[in-house]
């Protein structure tokens, strides 16, 4: 029996695969041919997308083709694979790293305003907070914000635009426990998003809005 949630899967594998190779997609409908061995492999990437359930699906099965290059092909048992997760944390890499005025880059900053206004819609923060905001009650933990940018919910650029170099001075020492490579990183994004001439308009375009969005929270902060 293929749960609902691996048939997206299922699909969203389908569609990166053939969208890699610029072929045509038709998204799979009926899974009951699905071939015994697909079944298995389908089972066992759910339980590993559900482990970490940070991962992008998009993103993860584009990820080998960006990196091994379009004319080689990847069945459904290699995503189960540590070369997989190491595809997707070197595509991720280089998505952090790519000219911020590039499609691919201005459609990964509105995923990233999309998500924080999301989070501080579930959390009932305001913008302000969340930039310094931790949802961990101990003390001296470090701003969610962080982990966020870990997991690819929000990138590098989109940490810029919200100008949070004083939060940044203040974990000093410790965010290369999150992000190895951290600082440089840092260093290699600054530079680009300030050098932008389309992405960092709208990045702070998108954030007065979300900020504007938000102000109903600003009450419950006193």
């Not at 940044?168 to 951290?182: D, N």
Request: aromatic share 14%; net charge positive; charged share 25%.
């Amino acid at each position: 029996m293929i749960t609902e949630k691996e048939k997206s899967i299922y699909n969203s594998y389908l569609y990166a695969s053939r969208k890699a190779k610029n072929k045509p997609v038709r998204l799979r409908q009926n899974f009951d041919n699905l071939e015994s061995k697909d079944e298995v492999s389908l089972k066992k990437l759910n339980l590993l997308l559900s482990k970490y359930s940070h991962i992008n699906y998009s993103d993860f099965f584009i990820a080998p083709y960006k990196v091994y290059g379009p004319d080689n092909y990847f069945d459904l048992s290699f995503f189960n694979t540590r070369k997989a997760i190491k595809c997707y944390s070197l595509y991720c890499r280089d998505k952090e790293v790519q000219n911020p005025d590039s499609d691919e880059c201005i459609s990964t900053l509105k995923e990233c305003l999309k998500f924080i206004y999301d989070y501080c819609e579930e959390e009932k923060i305001t913008l302000a907070q969340y930039k310094n905001y931790s949802n961990v009650d101990t003390p001296n933990s470090i701003p969610i914000i962080f982990t966020h940018l870990k997991n690819h919910k929000v990138n590098f650029y989109l940490v810029h635009a919200l100008g949070i170099d004083s939060v940044v001075k203040e974990c000093t020492g410790t965010l290369t426990w999150i992000i190895p490579e951290f600082y440089d990183l840092y260093a290699q994004t600054r530079a680009k998003f300030l050098s932008s001439k389309e992405l960092k308009h709208k990045a702070k375009k998108g954030l007065k809005i979300i900020e504007q969005r938000l102000l109903k929270f600003s009450s419950q902060a006193l």
